[in-house]
């Protein structure tokens, strides 16, 4: 039956792709532009899964969508977006999913702007772990590195000063963070049970969370400072009364975030630090580093990048797991500035104590003008038991992504 | 020709002389200085405009690809700072939205900042890169933003012709650090001051690259625009034309409008 899906799949996605690559025709000028991609992904798992339930098969298929309608009226004050995505995964349920990455309509006046709807916003600067980034819900399932998010429901007010930027958060409704299912790699050795979680707050997933931030710059300096008031993003993973199942619990908290990053020459110098009030106590995390970058290598057209980052976090074993509690992150990038933004990304996260280790590659190159292929290989090494990445210690593995863009 | 009409010519070709005597004891560099600054301030007062472009990349073998952007600048009067700009990519689709927001420097690096709308990141970056290629083109980024008249020494050269008019050439040597080149020479030409062509020197001096200024037209009767660049690197054989769209000119930009936090709210 899977291999049949798997033909089905393969047979019928160039035709698919081609159909949705039809409806590119919107100017980009007019009040509404539609836009997206369609993606294949392909991986190989180097090892046998760890835990009995998980799937077998060493190779994974899935296939991606996320389709952009945007609109923004004649005189330019108002715009609205609508982002869906969706994808299907052959082994693991919990991973064949649908989400509002956006659908919003803002307001833009002088010098205020006001958003409301579902959107997605980043705050940070460092590489190897985003730390201050708190908004949206991570949609783990997608990738283990936590890039991907969810989308968040929220009214935005933001008001621009000569001073700087002020940006004010309410989020009437919280998300739960996606997890593998039984079938799924890259899980502990219980299953999430995600979508029942337990939460410090009676309201629950109803809790309006707050956050305030202010960001600006100084010469050379960027800086960014925010307060957070509502339901964790992170959860803390129970027991469940059936004991079968873990159930993630989010508890309330207050979190103050920093973001500086000083640009000299060719150095990125950068801060990123947390003071939490979690779950039994206030502690602080951060992570710091710098990238340096030698530009037309050899009077080539090409960059070399060298990243180096420390990652901190003094928070106990009740509050949520970290794996970046005492890590040195170290990395390269390999910009060719070509015609097709070829670009190659290595790096590992040692743990100072455990020295486990992560291995991390990403390559991307595009083809003509609207084929994007990516390269993903990501290993585990020296991990023990008791350490946290010792449950994916076997999901080694190597990702092939081809992306049809329209 | 009577009397009267070769003593009018005597006085006419005296009081020119005269007239140009000035320009005779000028130094080189400062008729060059001269020249380029007349050059820039013709465009003086154009306030904020708004411009689509594509850029089609051609290597050495003609092989073609393209992107399409669109550009906005904002004048910042005051000639010891630079302007403000900012750059939107549309196609190629895989990075439709990304952005580039500089606030140019005269001889201190550059402000910069990078939008990459997949995970909504703004992120500072180093402006060290003056002569790296902008966007796998052979632009290199200080060929964007180097247009500002101080962030040069200059040496006026000759006058020649230059296609059907008559062009001042004037060479000019990059102040700012980091640049690609030792040197640069300009046509500008003497009917309406504007750019027609510039070779570039690399650092060893020799020729690299050449770009020719085409397609000029007014806006608001002051205002001349090329509407087509080209650029071919002599040494690779690869070459970049910039097409652009019509200009717009007084949209209202201001200030706020190139900041940071407006890089996320652009589409």
Known sequence: MKDTVRQLILGWLPALILVAGAGNAMAADSGWDFSGNTALQLRGFAQDALWPEQNSSDAEVSVSGEWEVRWRSDDGDQRASFIPFARWDENDEERTHLDLREAYWAYEGDPFELLVGINKVFWGVTESVHLVDIINQTDLVEDIDQEDKLGQPMVNLAVQQDWGLITLYVLPYFRERTFPGLDGRFRAPLPVDWDDADYESGAKDKHVDMALRYSHYFGDVDVGLYYFHGTSREPRLLLADNGRELKPFYDQIDQVGLDLQYTQDAWLWKLEAILRDGFDETFMASVAGFEYTFYQVNESDADIGVLLEYQYDERSSQEPLTTADNDVFAGVRWSLNDAQDTAVLAGVVVDKKTSETFFNLEAERRFGDSVFLELRLRAITNSEQDEPLYSFSRDDYIQLQLSRYF | ?267
């Open chain 2, 1 to 267: 020709m009577t009397q009267l009409q070769i003593f009018g010519a005597t006085v006419l070709s005296v009081v020119s002389l005269l007239g140009a005597l000035p320009a005779f004891s000028q130094t080189p560099e400062e008729k060059g200085f001269d020249v380029a600054a007349r050059s820039d301030r013709s465009d003086r007062g154009f306030g904020d405009s708004e411009a689509e472009m594509t850029m089609v990349l051609r290597n050495a073998a003609g092989q073609e690809s393209s992107r399409s952007m669109y550009f906005s600048t904002l004048e910042i009067p005051d000639e010891s700072v630079g302007d403000k700009s900012l750059v939107l990519f549309s196609t190629p689709k895989d990075i439709e939205g990304t952005a580039l927001l500089s606030h140019a420097k005269i001889l201190d690096p550059d402000d910069q900042w990078l939008y990459l709308p997949a995970l909504k990141r703004v992120k500072r970056i180093s402006s060290k890169n003056k002569s790296g290629p902008f966007v796998g083109s052979e632009f290199a980024f200080e060929d964007f933003t180097a247009s500002e008249l101080n962030k040069f020494s200059y040496k006026y050269l000759r006058e020649e012709p230059c296609g059907d008019l008559q062009c001042d050439v004037v060479e000019r040597y990059p102040r700012y650090e980091n640049s690609g080149y030792t040197k640069q020479i300009s046509w500008v030409d003497t009917t309406e001051y504007q750019i027609r062509k510039i070779e570039f020197y690399d650092r060893r001096d020799s020729l690299l690259k050449e770009l020719v200024f085409e397609d000029y037209r007014k806006y608001d009767d002051k205002f001349w625009r090329a509407h087509r660049l080209s650029m071919k690197n002599l040494q690779t054989n690869k070459s970049t034309d910039l097409v652009y769209g019509e200009y717009k000119f007084g949209v209202g930009l201001t200030d706020n409008d190139f900041v940071k936090g407006r890089l996320s709210r652009l589409r």
